[in-house]
């Protein structure tokens, strides 16, 4: 490609709500251009950059034996309402009616509509596994598009389907699909980490995450500093902890405790460890129907998992309430505990089993009980809520958990028989029975990945692309195309380098050696030879941008030197 003939349009100012890196640099260098909320087009470099990402795709799928294919955008509403995922969705879904006032959806993702290719066409268990994918356009109506390319409305998704007739099977396409997806993030030149996820509103048992690990990245993941073991912050777990030494010896009582409402102060009042007080976390599960208070029972050095809450509370989201909603729901904010409590679901963390001397709110004002067995509630709902926090232990090994930054750019779920069991989505087993399919879905955002790769390789001056996603591989650069000899040059190497197969651009364009050299570093094609002043002594120059490194190179050597190279 010749750079005067481009469609390139760079320029010097950032988006202005722009704050990511990516962000700016992709729409800065032309890559990328904002429509409107959550919308871009990408121009021919972004495009470039795109068909890359998802040819690594495809021979990877290929070499794991999934097939391409292609679904509709427009998704019948019928499929969403049978799947009962219309109303979970939200506003996220795009819904709207067509000429006949039939109502649509634009797929945000496309597991009914890819049951719906199987089922009543695969009949048999002989016809199994499946493996069917595409890479496709999504829509979401995020609440808060934002970061450019990271978090957009319409967004590049490719995403995979695996039908099965046993759990057997599922478990080893999954473990194919990640291994998969681990070659195609080494071949992006990336630096990742997979870690166990929360399901979400997908549904489904296992569930794994590729984070790319960037300082940007929107999730926090709890690794381990010593074994692979990793986690999303929302689904981390941490080694069962010891209780500490002494327990507070007490006959239950009732105390009075003036004005004592926070952990720290009760722990005090009572030279008691945290570990011994409960914490009472209260929310407002949101629900189809409505909403209530939920109230959250923790040890009182532990902190609330909003994601596990809501999991455990099987709420569609979990918002926090002001002191005065509880003081109208009859709660004394500080003093709330689960003993006398009517009318409220109460939520205990699993470590709480069995728990006694322990000190708890006595829905008093000023008041407290001491000396409390957790064991006289006989029906207490127990799960995990608690959030890991750095420098817990590891489930796995005798290591310690930090935390480090993560952009999710690949998702991979166990679904089971989730969806085929609403949508009837059946085959008949080797006894001639009905049984549901088993399956297992494979996501990876494809633009998101294009954002991700910049968030990872950049520097002041603008974007360094891994060698794989790189727009262009190697930028000729004329400095000063008045000058005879220098364009001819160029024009000898272009070619060659042309002929070679090098994915090549040849900046011919009539500007100034800084200005197409900012150009070439804020793109950041990963090798500029510049062919300028060196000429008379002549020799050329090698640019590599991921390094600043800058070599000499004789003319007659110059083709092979860069061949070498690339
Ligand atoms: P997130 O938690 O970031 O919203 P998600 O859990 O909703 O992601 P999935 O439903 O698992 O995402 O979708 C699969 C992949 O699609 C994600 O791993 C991510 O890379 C990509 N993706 C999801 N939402 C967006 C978006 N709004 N913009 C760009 N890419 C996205
Ligand atoms: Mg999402």
Not at 159 to 181: I, K, L, P, Q
Not at 244 to 259: H, L, Q
Not at 379 to 389: G, M, N, R, Y
């Amino acid at each position: 490609m010749r750079f005067s003939r481009a469609y390139i349009p760079t320029v010097k100012e950032a988006p202005n709500e722009a704050t990511l890196p990516s962000h700016i640099y992709l729409t800065r260098a032309g890559f990328i251009a904002h429509i409107a909320s959550g919308l871009y087009n990408y121009l021919p470099l972004g495009k470039r950059v795109i068909r890359k990402i998802e040819t690594i795709i495809n021979e990877e799928m290929a070499r794991a034996g999934a097939e391409e294919v292609e679904l509709a955008f427009v998704t019948p509403a019928e499929l969403w309402q049978e799947s009962g995922r219309i109303e979970k969705f939200g506003k996220e879904l795009l819904r709207f009616r067509d000429r006949k006032e039939n109502l649509f959806v634009l797929g945000p993702t496309h597991e009914e509509m890819m049951v719906s290719i199987v089922r009543n066409r695969v009949n048999s268990y002989k016809q199994l596994p499946l493996n069917l994918y595409q890479i496709k356009t999504k829509f979401r109506d995020e609440a808060r598009p934002r970061f450019g390319l990271m978090r957009a409305r319409e967004f590049i998704m490719k995403d995979g389907y695996s039908f099965h007739a046993t759990v057997e099977d599922m478990n080893r396409e999954f473990d194919a699909m990640e291994a998969a997806y681990k070659r195609i993030l080494d071949r992006l030149g990336l630096k990742y980490r997979i870690v166990e996820a929360d399901s979400g509103a997908i549904g489904g048992t296992g569930s794994k995450e590729l984070m790319v690990l960037a300082e940007s990245g929107e999730d926090t993941l709890a690794v381990c500093d010593h074994c692979e073991y990793g986690a999303n912050i929302e689904a981390a777990v941490r080694s069962s902890k010891a209780a500490p030494s002494e327990a507070p010896v007490a006959e239950f009582n009732r105390f009075k405790t003036p004005d004592i409402k926070s952990i720290a102060d009760l722990s005090a009042f009572f030279h008691v460890d945290p570990y011994f007080t409960l914490k009472c976390v209260a929310k407002r599960a949101v629900y189809e129907e409505g909403s209530c208070i939920v109230l959250f029972f923790l040890h009182g050095d532990d902190a609330l998992q909003k994601v596990k809450a809501q999991n455990a509370a099987k709420a569609l989201d979990i918002v926090d309430v002001s002191e005065e909603e509880l003081s109208d729901a009859g709660l004394f904010p500080g003093f709330i505990g689960p003993l006398d409590l009517q009318g409220f679901t109460c939520i205990f963390d699993q470590t709480l089993k069995g728990a006694s001397s322990m000190i708890c709110g006595a829905n008093e004002v000023d008041m407290h009980f001491v000396g409390v067995d957790l064991s006289v509630l006989s029906e207490a709902i127990f799960a995990d809520l608690v959030e890991v926090k750095e420098g817990d232990g590891c489930p796995r090994c005798n290591g310690t958990l930090s935390y480090t930054k993560g952009i999710e750019v690949g998702h991979i779920f166990k679904l089971g028989t989730t969806y085929s069991k609403v949508l009837k989505a059946e085959f008949l087993n080797e006894k001639g029975q009905a049984e549901p399919f088993v399956m297992g879905t494979y996501g990876m955002g494809v633009s998101r990945l294009v954002a991700a790769v910049i968030e990872q390789h950049h520097d002041e001056k603008g974007c360094q692309w891994t060698r794989a996603t790189a727009p262009y591989t190697l930028n000729i650069l004329v400095s000063n195309v008045k000058d005879e000899a220098q364009n001819e040059l160029g024009e000898l190497l272009y070619g060659q380098f042309l002929k070679a197969g090098t994915e090549v651009i040849f900046d011919d364009r009539k500007e100034r050696f800084g200005f197409k050299m900012n150009d070439a570093e804020l793109i950041g094609f990963p090798f500029t030879l510049i062919i300028g002043k060196g000429l008379e002594q002549g020799v050329v120059e090698l640019y590599v941008r991921q390094s600043g490194e800058k070599v000499e190179i004789p003319i007659a050597e110059a083709f092979v030197r860069v061949m070498e190279r690339l």
